[in-house]
């Protein structure tokens, strides 16, 4: 069992930056790939990016390419989602996901076995 806890989440202006994270309590957080998912109000929870259990492997999603940054610090159990240039449209409940390590981290929501309870970020224009 994997439990997973985000924080960081808030209010901030268009053009700001915000940093998740998300810590886990297992003691082999090293061996799950990670990601971070978001659900904007009214709209189907979507992916963001991934991280596989090395970090050696990240994906973002186009619409955060160049303004989000995953990483991982195993040695903390924890993964992070920087979030820089944010826009409106990036308002949404952030949660974090845990899946047993593989080659390549996966990027849909079932593949994933555990989750958090999310963070709320709000991005006013």
């Known amino acids: 069992q994997v439990q997973l806890v985000e924080s960081g989440g808030g209010l901030v202006q268009a053009g700001g930056s915000l940093k998740l994270s998300c810590a886990a309590s297992?003691?082999?957080?090293?061996?799950?790939?990670m990601a971070w998912f978001r659900q904007a109000p009214g709209k189907e929870r979507e992916f963001v990016a991934a991280i596989s259990w090395s970090g050696r492997s990240t994906y973002h999603v186009d619409s955060v390419k160049g303004r989000f940054t995953i990483s991982r610090d195993n040695a903390k159990n924890t993964v992070y989602l920087q979030m820089n240039s944010l826009k409106p449209e990036d308002t949404a409940v952030y949660s974090c996901?845990?899946?047993?390590?593989?080659?390549?981290?996966?990027?849909?929501?079932?593949?994933?076995?555990?989750w958090g309870q999310g963070a709320q970020v709000t991005v006013s224009s």
């Open positions: 996901a845990a899946a047993r390590g593989s080659n390549s981290p996966p990027r849909i929501q079932r593949a994933y076995d555990y």
């Open positions: 297992a003691r082999t957080f090293s061996s799950y790939d």
